[in-house]
């Protein structure tokens, strides 16, 4: 859930601002980053070449929890380019304790098979895997909240849901988990500029502290991984 924000232009500065992305893999000195090549940035970061300097800021935000989770059920739902930071969570807590991985499942969804990300990773860490895509070119077709809502019919006991991806799939995973009593939490996709607080490009709404009010939380530092019931999703 935490991300960097990488100046994809160099010293040329155009296009100026950064763009945030989050982790594929990260350990305390280095980490490595999965992206669609989808506009200006990330064309120029695709002409990054061995050696050469780049503009890195972070690691910035509130990322999932990950830890006091052992006894719970991890139900993982990804799509798109929200993936790889659910690989890197999953990888986290497999790492931190190898017991955990019978308590993981993960939950792919895709348009096409093409961009089932991280299928390997996921299959190599030895975790449950469930996929869809919405063409049906390889797993169930349809929609992934249609696998999280038959597994958590059959289980939903100490279910924890986690998610990442699109905005339309992470209000319907909340809803789903909702449903079904869980704790969700989501990583926002949200317009970034600085990262850090300073620009509040961000904003996200979020139910306020009394009945039916609302506030706006800057998603770059207080998230951008928040608790599903707490947005207020349009
Ligand atoms: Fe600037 Fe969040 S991106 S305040």
Request: hydrophobic share 40%; net charge positive; charged share 20%.
């Amino acid at each position: 859930g935490q991300f960097v924000q990488i100046l994809c232009s160099g010293d040329s500065l155009d296009p100026l601002l950064p763009r945030p992305f989050s982790f594929l893999e990260a350990t305390t000195t280095d980490f490595s980053l999965l992206y669609h090549v989808v506009g200006q940035g990330t064309q120029l970061m695709g002409k990054f070449k061995k050696g050469d300097k780049v503009h890195v800021l972070g690691p910035l935000g509130r990322g999932f929890t990950h830890s006091g989770l052992r006894a719970q059920q991890l139900l993982l739902v990804g799509g798109g380019v929200g993936i790889p930071p659910l690989y890197h969570l999953a990888r986290t807590l497999v790492k931190a304790d190898v017991a955990i991985k019978k308590n993981i499942h993960i939950f792919l969804g895709a348009r096409h098979k093409s961009l089932l990300l991280c299928e390997k990773n996921f299959k190599k860490l030895g975790v449950s895997l469930y996929l869809s895509t919405d063409d049906g070119s390889k797993g169930k077709k349809g929609y992934v909240t249609s696998l999280l809502t038959a597994h958590l019919k059959k289980d939903h006991t100490k279910a924890r849901v986690f998610s990442c991806g699109p905005t339309p799939m992470l209000k319907a995973v909340s809803l789903v988990a909702s449903e079904f009593g869980v704790p969700n939490e989501v990583s926002v996709e949200v317009p970034m500029a600085c990262g850090f607080g300073a620009c509040l490009g961000c904003a996200l709404k979020v139910k306020g502290d009394t009945p039916g009010s609302h506030r706006f939380a800057i998603a770059c530092t207080e998230g951008p991984v928040f608790e599903g019931s707490k947005i207020l999703w349009d």
